[in-house]
């Protein structure tokens, strides 16, 4: 794909996540009541005018450059752009998403993200490690791998998909690890950094691989 076609693409995506995101902020039940991006948005889409000239250049066009010159991934940058509104009865401007402003608010992302990760993989490992140790007291027959598999497979437990597959494939539970791959996978690829960063090795190469491979055909297909 040219980088002018890739570009294109990329602002299309971006328009429509930041007029769903839109919506929902104006319409959280649902209700249809906001329409915003639903039609022209003229300052922010752009256009060409009778004479075929640009009259305004697309705001989306400028956040797809941002993201492309930055490497920055727009659904993380336009979550966070959206939740610094969430107490306040400002409209947010898609304009701000540019420039120094746009770089601010993705490092604040980077920082958010970075620390909810890190936290819930650390929540995940005492749950499991509490887990453990009290069906070890119960069942001492079993084997460490045994009560393992136990513990990553409790309905109860609030372990993520990658938490669970993770654990499974370190314990050699490969039955278990099938069962949550996929939504592991999809977990891990929206964000493979900060997994990376808060798991360390705990996360099979074989896997990583695979959702690099993913992703770079995500990226190459923009």
């Known amino acids: 794909?040219?980088?002018?076609?890739?570009?294109?693409?990329?602002?299309?995506?971006?328009?429509?996540?930041?007029?769903?995101?839109?919506?929902?902020?104006?319409?959280?039940?649902?209700?249809?009541?906001?329409?915003?991006?639903?039609?022209?948005?003229?300052?922010?889409?752009?256009?060409?005018?009778?004479?075929?000239?640009?009259?305004?250049?697309?705001?989306w066009e400028k956040i797809a450059d941002f993201c492309l010159e930055h490497g920055a991934d727009y659904e993380l940058l336009i979550s966070e752009f959206f939740a610094a509104y969430g107490g306040t009865n400002k409209d947010p401007d898609a304009r701000m998403l540019v420039g120094d402003k746009g770089l601010a608010v993705y490092a604040n992302a980077h920082?958010?993200?970075?620390?909810?990760?890190?936290?819930?993989?650390?929540?995940?490992?005492?749950?499991a490690e509490t887990f453990f140790c009290l069906t070890k007291m119960e069942r001492p027959g079993e084997s460490d791998a045994v009560v393992w598999v136990r513990?990553?497979?409790?309905?109860?437990?609030?372990?993520?998909?990658?938490?669970?597959?993770?654990?499974?494939?370190?314990?050699?539970?490969?039955?278990?690890?099938?069962?949550?791959?996929?939504?592991?996978?999809?977990?891990?690829?929206?964000s493979p950094w900060a997994y990376d960063e808060a798991m360390a090795q705990a996360i099979p190469s074989d896997f990583r691989e695979e959702a690099a491979r993913v992703r770079g055909a995500q990226e190459a297909a923009l």
């Not at 958010?112 to 490992?125: C, F, G, M, P, S």
């Open 1 to 59: 794909m040219q980088a002018k076609d890739r570009r294109a693409a990329l602002a299309a995506r971006i328009r429509a996540r930041y007029c769903a995101e839109y919506r929902t902020r104006k319409d959280p039940m649902g209700t249809g009541s906001c329409s915003f991006g639903r039609g022209p948005l003229p300052h922010l889409d752009g256009g060409i005018n009778n004479f075929g000239r640009r009259t305004k250049e697309s705001t």
């Open 111 to 127: 920082r958010n993200l970075r620390e909810r990760v890190a936290l819930a993989i650390q929540t995940e490992k005492r749950q």
């Open 151 to 190: 513990v990553l497979t409790d309905p109860q437990a609030d372990y993520s998909p990658l938490f669970r597959y993770c654990l499974a494939r370190s314990v050699g539970a490969e039955k278990a690890a099938a069962v949550y791959r996929e939504k592991a996978f999809w977990q891990y690829i929206r």
